[in-house]
Every structure is written in C-alpha cells, then in structure tokens.
Nanobody, 126 residues
Framework: QVQLVESGGGLMQAGGSLRLSCAAS????????MGWFRQAPGQGREFVAA????????NYADSVKGRFTISRDNAKNTVYLQMNSLKPEDTAVYYC???????????????????WGQGTQVTVSS
C-alpha cells in the first residue's frame, strides 16, 4: 500500500492561490490514478479532481472547473493541486488518494480509492 502525505495548505484571502502537494512513499505512484477530495465541517468527503496514472486524462468537479488544476510528476512520486481564484466555499480539509483499479471516470467517489493521506487544511477568508 502506498503512503501519502499532503502539504501546502494554509490561510488565504479570497481570490488568492495555493498549491497543494501529495508526496508518496512505499510504492511508486506510476501504477495509480490519483484524486483530490475535500471535506468541510459537518459535510461528507467531496470529489475535487482526479488524474490518470500517466497524467493523460483529468476530471474535475463542476465547482472547481476552470480554477483548479491537478497534475503529477511520477519521477518525483508527487501529485499537485493548483488552486486559483479561491473562494470562501473552498474552505475544507483537502485529501489526496490513490486508486489502482477500475475505470477512471468512475473515480469520483471515496470508495474507489485504496489509500489516503492525512489531509491538509485550506481556509479561505472573504
């Protein structure tokens, strides 16, 4: 199983940008599709973005499309989430997750993922 550690969260004013990183250890990420999810207080874990193992395809939630970009560097065993034009409603704990099996387009729900990081807090003030 791959171990994942997120970093890059913090406090940002609305309209600002942050870049989250997800570093993997234990196994190479080359075998995994990767996703980012977020969870606000009192809410369920929400899909944000996903990327195939090769980086060739991406998928985004409508709420972040055009503002967030997921990318990966398999040589560095790291996945990124560039977040621009941040809004207060983006405030949440952000998690990265790894998925080894299944159709990529179905990977918008947490149960499709095998390994999870501990999360990093993103807070956007108005």
């Amino acid at each position: 199983q791959v171990q994942l550690v997120e970093s890059g969260g913090g406090l940002m004013q609305a309209g600002g940008s942050l870049r989250l990183s997800c570093a993997a250890s234990g196994r190479t990420l080359r075998s995994y599709d990767m996703g980012w999810f977020r969870q606000a207080p009192g809410q369920g874990r929400e899909f944000v973005a996903a990327i195939t193992w090769s980086g060739g395809y991406t998928n985004y939630a409508d709420s972040v499309k055009g503002r967030f970009t997921i990318s990966r560097d398999n040589a560095k065993n790291t996945v990124y989430l560039q977040m621009n034009s941040l809004k207060p409603e983006d405030t949440a704990v952000y998690y990265c997750a790894a998925s080894r099996w299944g159709s990529f387009l179905t990977k918008t729900t947490p149960e499709k993922y095998d390994s999870w990081g501990q999360g990093t807090q993103v807070t956007v003030s108005s």
